[in-house]
T-cell receptor, first 115, second 115 residues
Framework: AQSVTQLGSHVSVSEGALVLLRCNYS??????LFWYVQYPNQGLQLLLKYTTGATLVKGINGFEAEFKKSETSFHLTKPSAHMSDAAEYFCAVSERIQGAQKLVFGQGTRLTINP | ETGVTQTPRHLVMGMTNKKSLKCEQH?????MYWYKQSAKKPLELMFV???????ENNSVPSRFSPECPNSSHLFLHLHTLQPEDSALYLCASSQYLTSGTYEQYFGPGTRLTVT
């Protein structure tokens, strides 16, 4: 079975500092990997995804993630944090099921930005 | 309306009540999903429908009863719930991408409180 582990349920950085949110996955097949963001009182919004090809993936709002097969990791980074980045972030691995997709999520990391 | 909408946004119900959650997607997708998000657990997939046919039931108790009358609408009927069922219930829909995976779009969720 596939699984995702997000290291650190809470991460706090200063505005302008590097953001690094960690995600490790377990999958018996080549994985499809996703990062979602959830702002307060909202649903999940897709930040970026890795399917095949280039291992460095760029997403919205200046975020990017690098797929490292040898480390089974898909860490999310942003060079310079902004106050509006404060939210909860979820890493997920995808499993294809009949005509649809099963996402297995990590427990989430709450990102706080200090002024 | 665009994207995925959910009604109501908030619901308080007693353990003996019967209520329904509604989800509608305006994206032309073929698959729809119900997720449960509670404070102490990762996002849990509950049900998956593909072209109105249920393709996944993640061992969800029978007090939750899904209904998918067409590809655009999804309901979750609730009866005799328990306080531990209090959570945010998220609906999503997905489309197949040429990259070989799917992309899920989430609604804003219904915050359910069982008293």
């Amino acid at each position: 079975a596939q699984s995702v582990t997000q290291l650190g349920s809470h991460v706090s950085v200063s505005e302008g500092a590097l953001v690094l949110l960690r995600c490790n996955y377990s999958s018996s097949v080549p994985p499809y990997l996703f990062w979602y963001v959830q702002y307060p009182n909202q649903g999940l919004q897709l930040l970026l995804k890795y399917t095949t090809g280039a291992t460095l993936v760029k997403g919205i709002n200046g975020f990017e993630a690098e797929f490292k097969k040898s480390e089974t990791s898909f860490h999310l980074t942003k060079p310079s944090a902004h106050m509006s980045d404060a939210a909860e972030y979820f890493c997920a691995v995808s499993e294809r099921i009949q005509g649809a997709q099963k996402l297995v999520f990590g427990q989430g990391t709450r990102l706080t930005i200090n002024p | 309306e665009t994207g995925v909408t959910q009604t109501p946004r908030h619901l308080v119900m007693g353990m003996t009540n019967k209520k329904s959650l509604k989800c509608e997607q305006h994206l032309g997708h073929n698959a729809m999903y119900w997720y449960k998000q509670s404070a102490k657990k990762p996002l849990e997939l509950m049900f998956v429908y593909n072209f109105k046919e249920q393709t996944e039931n993640n061992s969800v108790p029978s007090r939750f009863s899904p209904e998918c009358p067409n590809s655009s609408h999804l309901f979750l009927h609730l009866h005799t719930l328990q306080p531990e069922d209090s959570a945010l219930y998220l609906c999503a829909s997905s489309q197949y991408l040429t990259s070989g995976t799917y992309e899920q779009y989430f609604g804003p969720g219904t915050r359910l409180t069982v008293t």
